[in-house]
């Protein structure tokens, strides 16, 4: 049986601190209220650390480059070439599409993909700055 949230729409912030790595998340509770539905355990749509760091990444080097290769991926992710590839091809096969992945070509976020990618940027910096305006956290 999966966790319960707050009643749907009510803002919330989950910080997790181990050692003097700190992890959080934010947003607003979904309407259905289910922790596993929300973070994608029970549909198609993947939401993890290790994807919103792909998203990132992604967007960054599209913005750079106009598309992203596997190699600079792996290079910024600290990820091998195969890890690269087989997260990519599972990326451009979920629905709904995030990213067009052709091989020996690259990686370009989609529409859907350049939005979700900036809305975890825009997460991370709130988040950022409630760290260290709120908490005290140093920017480093």
């Known amino acids: 049986m999966g966790m319960r949230l707050p009643a749907p729409g009510i803002f919330f912030l ?10 959080g998340t934010m947003g607003t509770c979904p309407a259905a209220g289910d922790v596993d539905s929300f973070l994608g355990l029970g549909g ?37 070439p195969g890890s690269v590839t087989d997260m990519l091809k ?18 370009t ?8 990618a900036l809305a975890v940027l825009r997460r991370h910096r709130l988040l950022e700055t409630f760290l260290h305006e709120v908490l005290g956290f140093s920017w480093d």
């Open 14 to 23: 989950i910080l997790n601190r181990a050692s003097d790595n700190v992890t």
């Open 44 to 80: 198609t749509c993947m939401r993890s650390d290790t994807v919103e760091d792909y998203l990132k990444a992604i967007y960054a080097l599209q913005e750079q480059h106009g598309r992203a290769k596997t190699s600079a991926l792996s290079a910024r992710l600290g990820v091998t």
């Open 90 to 107: 599972r990326l451009a096969g979920q629905t709904p599409r995030l990213v067009c992945y052709q091989s020996h070509q690259g990686v």
């Open 109 to 116: 976020l989609t529409t859907l993909g350049v939005q979700k």
